[in-house]
C-alpha cells in the first residue's frame, strides 16, 4: 500500500475556488489510479473523480462535472483537484484514494489505500 497525505482544505465563500493536494509515499506512484472521494456530516462517503494511472483517463461525479479538474504529476507523486464554483453542498471531508490497478475505478470499495481526508467548508 501507499501511504497518502492530502492538503488544501479549508473555509471559501460560496463561488470561490480550492485547490486540494495529496501527496503519496513510494516510488510506484505512477502504478496507482488516483480517487478522490468526500463525506458530509451524516452522509455516506460518495466518489468525486479519478484519474488514469498516465493522466489520459478522467471521471468525474456528475455534481461537479464542469466545476472539478483533477490531475496528477507522477514526477512529484501527487494527485490534485482543483475546484471551482464551489457550493454550500461541496462542504465534506475530502479524502484521496489509490489502487494498483489497470483501469479507473470510481467505486468506494475498489481503492484500498486512502489519506486521513481534509476539509472543506463552503459558506453560503
Known amino acids: 500500500q501507499v501511504q497518502l497525505v492530502e492538503s488544501g482544505g479549508g473555509l471559501v465563500q460560496a463561488g470561490g475556488s480550492l485547490r486540494l493536494s495529496c501527496a503519496a509515499s513510494?516510488?510506484?506512484?505512477?502504478?496507482?489510479?488516483m480517487g478522490w472521494f468526500r463525506q458530509a456530516p451524516g452522509k455516506e462517503r460518495e466518489f468525486v473523480a479519478a484519474i488514469s494511472r498516465g493522466a489520459d483517463i478522467t471521471r468525474y461525479a456528475d455534481s461537479v462535472k464542469g466545476r472539478f479538474i483533477i490531475s496528477r504529476a507522477n514526477d512529484k507523486n501527487t494527485v490534485y483537484l482543483q475546484m471551482n464554483s464551489l457550493k454550500s453542498d461541496d462542504t465534506a471531508l475530502y479524502y484521496c484514494a489509490a489502487d494498483r490497478a489497470v483501469f479507473i475505478k470510481v467505486g468506494l470499495t475498489e481503492y484500498d489505500s486512502w489519506g486521513q481526508g481534509t476539509q472543506v467548508t463552503v459558506s453560503s
Open positions: 513510494g516510488r510506484t506512484f505512477s502504478s496507482y489510479v
